[in-house]
């Protein structure tokens, strides 16, 4: 074979390999995205909103730590964020009335020899025994999957990861909020571009462990005034999918939003705005997570007297109730 060819030869080869790397590539994509509803619902009043009613002190004060935040409740535990200065955990505390807590001590902890690095395994969803976590360098975060028990197990890799070049989610995917409809989980979460726009996906298991990320997302946009939005909290009531969800302003204040939906995709952002009324929450309101008893909706959330966009903000954790 003279030099022309094998220069054309060892093109083509090149060309060939790159061609099935790409479509490896792509067929292995194709397997995590897929086109898909929540299960539709009827549909209510469309004039309904909420007004936010909380109570005036923390329910679960930060204690020794720099900030407690992110309540998961479920049943009479909580499992919430802490910082300590250089890591977030996950903290237990349980309580008899969803009011009085008595914190446990920290249950999870990051670790620097996995994927996890020594940043954080906190900002977590728990449902039954199962909590999805936030893990990874900060600012690209992955979420993770732990298993409550003596001792607490987790997935080995992420269960959720950044999705491909170009995608909303590129850079992290963080904030998990995780509900169950039969046959389905279905995990809110924050996805951030290279851009540091950080809008809301969703996706769907059916395991808990091996996800599907909607081929569509993200779910729900910034706003023109909104320099990102995260930290979603999603319940079904009153003939609609909700969705209580954080927004950062750009000097790094927070406050609650409110969303609505009849399939759990294609959502309407409300006028509805609830920032804190209190000395400490007077920044930034922020990570609810909801429990619907009758007609009764409970959140808990967190908040701060700092404008801070990921700690040092004193965060405590409050509760109140969404009321007609």
Not at 40 to 53: E, I, K
Not at 86 to 106: E, V
């Amino acid at each position: 074979m003279n030099a022309d060819k094998k220069t054309l030869f060892g093109v083509i080869c090149v060309y060939l390999r790159s061609s099935a790397a790409i479509l490896s590539f792509l067929l292995a994509a194709c397997g995590k995205y897929t086109d898909f509803t929540l299960p539709p619902v009827a549909g209510g009043d469309p004039s309904l909103t909420f007004r936010f009613v909380a109570q005036p002190d923390p329910v679960l004060p930060r204690g020794e730590f720099q900030d407690a935040l992110n309540p998961s409740v479920s049943g009479a535990a909580n499992l919430y964020s802490v910082w300590d200065g250089r890591t977030w955990h996950t903290a237990l505390a349980t309580t008899d009335d969803g009011i009085h807590w008595q914190p446990k001590g920290i249950v999870l902890s990051p670790d620097p020899r996995t994927w996890e690095g020594n940043y954080m395994a906190a900002n977590g969803s728990a449902l039954g025994d199962l909590y999805w976590y936030e893990g990874g360098p900060k600012g690209h975060a992955r979420i993770g999957l732990a298993r409550r028990g003596s001792p607490w197990t987790k997935e080995p890799a992420p269960v959720l990861d950044h999705g491909p070049p170009g995608s909303f989610d590129e850079r992290a995917v963080a904030d998990p909020y995780v509900i169950r409809i039969d046959p389905y989980f279905y995990m809110y979460y924050l996805g951030q571009d290279r851009a540091v726009r950080q809008r809301i996906g969703v996706a769907r298991s059916r395991d808990g462990v091996r996800w599907e990320k909607l081929r569509s997302n993200p779910v729900l946009e910034m706003g023109d005034d909104d320099a990102g939005l995260g930290e979603p909290a999603v319940w079904q009531s009153h003939g609609f999918y909700w969705m209580l969800l954080t927004v950062r302003n750009f000097d790094e204040t927070r406050y609650l939003a409110l969303a609505r939906s009849i399939d759990g995709v294609h959502w309407t952002r409300l006028p509805a705005r609830y920032a804190g009324a209190q000395p400490w929450n007077s920044k930034v309101l922020c990570d609810p997570t909801v429990v619907v008893e009758g007609d009764t909706i409970k959140v808990w959330f967190g908040g701060g007297d700092v404008a801070s966009p990921d700690e040092n903000l004193h965060g405590q954790i409050g509760f109140g109730t969404l009321v007609k």
